[in-house]
């Protein structure tokens, strides 16, 4: 069912008044301050205590252990712990969990994630998120409500996920924290992120080691300009998290550095033969000139989602934006480009 | 002969007082006009009549064939056309080169400039250089003395370049042209632009190739944030500008391009293997670390080059700059990071 110019889906909605975080990091703790200062209330653990006092000081009921997090029945549980450590929180909430609490959680890989969350026989109340946000700090102390201000959230839906869940989340998502919602799945969303994020890491570095392993590192640094600083700005990230976000998404990330590394060398040889590579770039230029994916201006459009269609309705939408969602009701509001 | 805290060399210098320019297209214009702007005399030639006539309207004296460009015995004649008219333009100037004139270039690939200057005869005349500024825009039109502000310029040497030459053209490009110069070889400049500049626009060519030749395009420029936009920014250079600079600088950009693939792939074998690639991005880091190239505002030291070792004493310094020269003297000066 589409209904234009009716009121946004979520506007005022009230469904999400308690929303549990495991871990206060960058972004648990992020979440946790904007949700406390739009007057949700928040329960949170934390493996380590000066940091749960630290949120407590500003408002979050502290949880001594994930079980008394999860006897609160809060609407929402966010999972926020570092990626290595989600199949023991996970277990551990399996364990717990209880009444309608949905189960969601903000890992920057989603495949792996949503894996662990079904072993732990989770999968029934779960919707896998990643807000892309973020900073080079981490921690607690690094967390900052703002930091999710207009934040764009991939929520990620599998055969199973429900659509109340997915509701609820995409309701707290752009309602108390403000941000606005892609839907995909979590092998869609693992590919894309290599493409857009995680090869443009690596290929910032591999831009560094050409220069540092050539005879002519001094003067080429010398001589860098713009293109150098805008292709290796990213490469400034600390090489730790690097690191993990290509190993915690190796499985997408090595076949784009093949298929990188295989037209790189064939441009090589069309170079070292004279033979025409204007190709290479008219294509590049093509795929840019494309682009058109819905910001949260575009044209809006009220749907309301049917128990039997509305993955597939969802999931053929890629470049809209969901930009309100109402648990009661079902419905979504989406900008189209 | 080291000497501190000496009026900068180039100061006072009123060496370079008439100027040839072949060509007034973006940057032949840009030269012209500025040097009409600091009061130097100006002749250029230029293939169509309209620049040339725009050129005479701004101050430019207007030379009907590039013979009479050097018939008016220009302390310095830049040759400014298309790296491909260079070979033509090289051999009408050796055919009308007269008195003193010392010629210079404008090319961005140094070592096929160099090649047909020096079979065109003109080895003995000439010092190549590369003023590393541009816009997306060409022709006389788009000229701007402004351009050039500060720019840098390389300056590159062979075995038989004058060390009268040099020093003209470095206090033309340090005294009314405004800018910086990094002095260098042919071939190490073309290998360093590579590094900064070449294989830099190739590679974010690719990063949009990659996500165009994907199953999930859409889904992925839909989440795309800061580290694509950075990493293809330079894709927005039009397709056949960057055919040209890989093509002009094909035989220094393809062994650059097969390094990268093989460590692109040589990652992904790693990734696959659950091997660690800490390393990768360790290196990447300790290149940028350890940047440290001169600015213009570094300590200052002159030094007055003497015939026999002037060479390898300024290719010995790739990260300093010259920022003032003086013929009558043989000084230049120098910053030091």
Chains 1, 2 share one sequence.
């Not at 949503?114 to 732990?120: G, N």
């Not at 700005?233 to 730790?240: D, F, L, S």
């Not at 890629?318 to 509001?333: C, H, I, K, N, Q």
């Amino acid at each position: 069912m589409l209904a234009r110019d009716v009121p946004s889906a979520g506007s005022s909605a009230v469904g999400v008044r308690r929303v549990g975080v495991v871990s206060l990091g960058l972004i648990g703790g992020s979440v946790a301050r904007r949700l406390v200062a739009q007057g949700v209330e928040v329960h949170a653990w934390n493996p380590s205590l000066p940091a749960l006092e630290a949120a407590a000081a500003d408002g979050v009921v502290p949880a001594r252990t994930i079980a008394e997090l999860c006897v609160a029945e809060p609407d929402v549980l966010l999972l926020a712990p570092p990626l290595r450590a989600m199949a023991d929180v996970a277990r551990e909430v399996a364990a717990h969990v209880r009444g309608g609490t949905v189960v969601t959680d903000a890992g920057s890989v989603k495949g792996a994630v949503a894996r662990v969350v079904r072993e732990a026989g989770l999968a029934s109340r779960f919707v896998g998120a990643h807000p892309m946000a973020g900073t080079e700090q981490a921690g607690y102390a690094a967390s900052d409500a703002s930091l999710l201000d207009g934040a764009r959230w991939a929520l990620t839906l599998e055969d199973d996920t429900r659509l109340d869940a997915f509701c609820r989340v995409a309701e707290l998502v752009t309602g108390p924290l403000g941000g606005v919602v892609r839907v995909t799945t979590p092998a869609v969303h693992d590919e894309a992120v290599a493409l857009v994020s995680h090869v443009p890491h690596v290929v910032a570095s591999e831009l560094l080691r050409l220069v540092g392993g050539s005879d002519v590192t001094d003067l080429a640094l010398a001589l860098a300009a713009g293109s150098f600083r805008d292709g290796t700005r990213v490469a400034g990230t600390h090489p730790r998290r690097t690191e993990a976000m290509v190993t915690d998404n190796a499985a997408a990330v090595a076949p784009v550095l093949r298929r990188a590394a295989a037209e790189l060398a064939a441009l090589a040889d069309a170079l070292d033969a004279g033979a025409p590579v204007g190709a290479f770039f008219d294509e590049a230029a093509a795929v840019r000139a494309g682009a058109r994916v819905a910001g949260p201006d575009d044209a809006r459009t009220t749907l309301t989602l049917e128990e039997s269609t509305w993955r597939a309705e969802l999931l053929s939408r890629p470049t809209s934006l969901v930009v309100g969602a109402d648990e009661r009701t079902s419905a979504v509001t989406l900008t189209t480009p």
